[in-house]
């Protein structure tokens, strides 16, 4: 099976992340009998298991630079991707090529009949990775929660360190104790003899978090935290301590504060892994390793254009404090933003602190989720901005960089949708 024939053959099953995003009666059922008729690859290595409402694919991304910074090989599997598919499977922070794509993708394919099951694409993707895992022989795998925890394909795994960022509002009706609703599947994740690394510090939802099978629980602002942060040129040099020591000075080549927390889980995780603190060097060289495509991402100077996609309110909020605190602007903000459907463009747009903008360009995501662009222009004009509605996000792109003076900053934001193909094209601009 080459990639062309991969890719089509993942496209004919269903995909949530396209559609809705909700379904009704999940289980684990059909991924347990798919992974079992490829031979349980992933129970060929052990593995650290993310989940969060925010902050779990920087956690993933840290946990596997710390780790190959110890010295091994590590497989990663994180979703959405950005802007290729071959993003959501990597080994030592590459990308899986094009034709082991194929290849992964093929073996899941071969096995759909002897499983009897009609898999999603998620769950399709899931067990390449994870098959590619076994394959290539890693010695852990960083595996990042596709949505909730409990049911998702990814739970498949028997992970050594289950690991929890934050609860927030995303995936919700947001009635009732939706807090404790959303913390009950997402520590679902929490195998019996594992160690839970908790990053909620939520006192009402500790019963729950407490009532595990996990041998261990190291819980953040107890066990583990970020004790001090110092704002540097391009990140963070911060201060954690975890049950096993302190390490001091650390740089963080990301932009935020809350990135200063996921290291403290991040670093709290892998020393969980080994059971043993990590050499002071190795933590730094991990961290300075990491990078975060359209997560706070400068990608141009004159005018300044940031990439982060704030998929949330939480994550938007996050986006408008460290623009605040981390960027003196000379000239005014434009800012490109679309959404989908969930999302309350009103609250996303206040959350990111649009009102400060000069201007608002709003788009519509190629997504069958997307909030049509003159929707979100109208709920900038209730909030008071100045608004224009384009169809597309090159669209968006273009006019913000052509309305942008050399002291501007662009901030291109919203849903993954948007950054993804708005990366794509900036990249190509500069390359043309």
């Known amino acids: 099976m080459n990639l062309s024939a991969a890719l089509a053959y993942l496209d004919q099953h269903t995909n949530l992340e396209a559609t809705a995003g909700r379904a009704e009666g999940l289980s684990l059922d059909r991924m347990t009998k798919l992974v079992h008729a ?56 590459e990308p899986i090529g094009d034709e082991a794509l194929a290849a992964a993708i093929g073996a899941v394919a071969a096995v759909e009949d002897l499983a009897a099951i009609t898999p999603s694409y998620f769950e399709i993707l899931t067990a390449a990775a994870f098959t590619h895992f076994a394959d290539v022989a890693v010695d852990v795998a960083v595996v990042e929660v596709g ?20 609860i927030g509002h995303d995936h919700t009706d947001g009635v009732g104790s939706w807090r404790q609703a959303i913390a009950g599947e997402k520590v679902g994740i929490v195998k019996p003899g594992s160690t839970f690394v908790c990053g909620e ?37 911060v201060t954690l301590r975890t049950p096993s020591g302190t390490v001091h000075d650390v740089f963080v080549p990301l932009h935020g504060e809350h990135q200063s927390q996921n290291a403290a889980v991040a670093l709290a995780a892998v020393e969980a892994f080994f059971h043993r603190p990590l050499d002071p060097d190795v933590v730094a060289e991990g961290f300075a390793a990491v990078q975060m495509p359209g997560r706070f991402e400068v990608v141009g100077r004159e005018p300044t254009v940031i990439l982060d996609a704030a998929h949330n309110a939480d994550g938007a909020r996050a986006c408008a404090e460290t623009l605040r605190e981390e960027f003196t602007l000379g000239g005014t903000i434009v800012m490109v933003a679309g959404f989908l459907e969930g999302r309350d463009p009103v609250e996303m747009l206040d959350a990111l602190g649009a009102a400060d903008a000069g201007l608002l360009i709003a788009c519509s995501p190629d997504s069958p989720r997307a909030i049509p662009a003159p929707r979100v222009a109208a709920a900038a004009d209730s909030l008071g901005v100045a608004a224009e509605s384009v169809p597309t996000v090159d669209e968006a792109v273009r006019r913000a960089m052509g309305v942008a003076s050399v002291d501007d900053l662009v901030l291109i934001t919203g849903s993954l949708y948007v950054v993804g193909p708005a990366r794509t094209a900036l990249r190509a601009e500069v390359e043309s």
């Not at 840290?62 to 993003?87: D, F, K, Q, W």
């Not at 939520?202 to 583990?224: K, Y």
């Open 38 to 93: 490829l031979g349980d690859p992933q129970a060929a290595y052990p593995v650290i298991h993310i989940t969060g409402t925010n902050g779990k694919g920087s956690v993933a991304r840290m946990c596997t630079e710390l780790l190959r910074a110890a010295g091994l090989s590590v497989g990663t599997y994180t979703s959405p991707h950005l802007e290729a598919i071959n993003e959501r499977i990597a080994w030592d922070g």
């Open 201 to 237: 510090t939520d006192p009402a939802l500790r019963p729950l978090f407490e009532a595990t099978e996990a041998a261990a629980t190291w819980w953040r602002g107890e066990d583990f935290d970020c004790e001090q942060e110092i704002l540097a040129l391009g990140g963070r040099a």
């Open 147 to 166: 949505m909730l925890g409990r049911c998702d394909a990814t739970n498949v795994v028997d992970a050594q360190v289950a690991v929890l960022t934050n």
